[in-house]
């Protein structure tokens, strides 16, 4: 078990929910899972030395780190793939891995990145494939696992996932770049997420993608995500110690 692993657990919806904890602990409870996360994305990082910017975050105190995986054919792009996961490993960092695959047959790919060092792997729904075993198949790895929609897929379409999910991921933007603007159409889609959430008693994150800056995220967090991957507005963010400053105190 990698040190990322063992760190991992803290972070954990599913350890947490397994704690059962007494009927007057729910709200203590709700408070500790849905504090606000930052994930900077890798992808806004230096490719040509990804390890000073897996560092860069860690030596913030940040806990998470964003990894876009991108397959030219789901998303028209192309990122990195496992080998990159693990070369990060071996470079020592301990960063919690949440690895988004942008992927049209991601459930080829799931051991390669759970060997390599993955902490959470999210899938989109979009393309055709087993989803269920797709997700089983994340935890029986020893990873978190999560969903992923697009701008244009409705919430209804991931809903009878929500109880087997460590992680649901609301684009908002179109998968594929960073830099892009952010879609604040998408914050209804967050709410109903958040209250099918709240109503269920579920303890998945939700997270926001695409186009999150220090404005932007106010808007994801009132609809109730709480976490947040920025990716452009972080690596270029002059002061990265207040930035995730602000993140925190939201
Ligand atoms: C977009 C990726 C994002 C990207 C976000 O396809 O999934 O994670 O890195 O980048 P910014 O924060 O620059 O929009
Ligand atoms: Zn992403």
């Known amino acids: 078990m990698t040190p ?18 007494p009927r007057n602990s729910a709200l203590l409870l709700r408070v500790a899972l849905h504090a606000p996360l930052l994930a900077p994305s890798l992808l806004a990082g230096d490719h ?44 020592g960092s301990n960063l919690f891995f949440d690895t988004h695959l942008m992927l049209s047959e991601p459930h080829r ?29 994340i935890r029986a790895l020893g990873c978190q696992n999560g969903i992923v929609l697009n701008p244009g897929t409705p919430a209804e379409a991931i809903e009878p996932f929500l109880a087997s999910v460590d992680l ?10 960073g830099g892009q603007s952010f879609r604040a ?13 709240r109503e269920r008693g579920l303890a998945f994150r939700l997270e926001v993608d695409g186009g999150v800056d220090l404005v932007t995220v106010r808007a994801c967090r009132e ?21 995730a400053a602000s993140i925190a105190a939201l």
Request: overall charge neutral.
């Open 185 to 197: 159409e998408m914050m209804p889609k967050v709410a109903q997420i958040d209250r099918w959430r």
């Open 223 to 243: 609809a109730g995500a709480d976490t947040f991957v920025a990716g452009t507005s972080f690596f270029r963010a002059a002061d990265k110690a207040a930035f």
């Open 48 to 91: 040509a030395n990804l390890a000073a910017s897996a560092r860069t975050v860690a030596d913030l105190g940040l806990a998470w780190l964003h990894c876009d995986i991108m397959d030219g054919h789901f998303v028209p792009n192309l990122t990195f793939g496992p080998e990159t996961l693990a070369a990060l490993r071996r470079a």
């Open 109 to 137: 790919y799931i051991e390669p990145f759970a060997k390599a060092g993955a902490n959470l792997i999210s899938i989109h729904i979009e393309p055709d494939f087993d989803h269920a075993a797709t997700l089983a198949r």
């Open 4 to 21: 990322g692993r063992s760190r991992a657990v803290a972070f954990s919806p599913r350890s947490a929910s397994s704690l059962a904890p």
């Open 168 to 177: 649901v991921l609301v684009m908002t933007v179109q998968p594929g770049f």
